[in-house]
C-alpha cells in the first residue's frame, strides 16, 4: 500500500504547481482525499478534502480561491492545482487517504514545495 506524491519544487510568487498523488496496493474510491502541509516548526496544516462521494471540495480560508483538489478515481489519482502560490505556500505537501467508513487512513511520503524569488 502506497501514496506517491509528486509535482513539487521551486517556484516564484504569483506561479503554479500541481501536485499528484498515486495510490497503489488500494482503491482510492472508498477514501476521503485530503492534501496536507507541514512547514518548519509549524503543524501540519489540512489544505484541501475531497470527499468519497464527490459534493464540493472544502479548503481553508488561507488557501481558497488558489488552490483545487480533483480526484480521478479511474487513474487512482488526486491532484492539487496550486495558483498564485505566495511565500507562505511554503511547506511538504502530503497526501492522505481516509476510509469513509473504517477511518483507517495511509499517508504519502511528501513532496516540497518552495516559493520563493
Known amino acids: 500500500v502506497r501514496l506517491v506524491e509528486s509535482g513539487g519544487g521551486l517556484v516564484q510568487p504569483g506561479g503554479s504547481l500541481r501536485l499528484s498523488c498515486t495510490a497503489s496496493?488500494?482503491?482510492?474510491?472508498?477514501?476521503?482525499m485530503k492534501w496536507y502541509r507541514q512547514a518548519p516548526g509549524k503543524e501540519r496544516e489540512l489544505v484541501a478534502t475531497?470527499?468519497?462521494?464527490?459534493?464540493?471540495?472544502t479548503y481553508p480560508d488561507s488557501v481558497k480561491g488558489r488552490f483545487t483538489i480533483s480526484r480521478d478515481n479511474a487513474k487512482n489519482t488526486v491532484n492539487l492545482q496550486m495558483n498564485s502560490l505566495k511565500p507562505e505556500d511554503t511547506a511538504v505537501y502530503y497526501c492522505?487517504?481516509?476510509?469513509?467508513?473504517?477511518?483507517?487512513?495511509?499517508w504519502g511520503q511528501g513532496t516540497q514545495v518552495t516559493v520563493s524569488s
Open positions: 492522505n487517504a481516509r476510509h469513509s467508513i473504517t477511518l483507517s487512513a495511509y
Open positions: 496496493g488500494f482503491f482510492i474510491g472508498s477514501y476521503d
Open positions: 475531497v470527499s468519497t462521494f464527490g459534493g464540493t471540495p
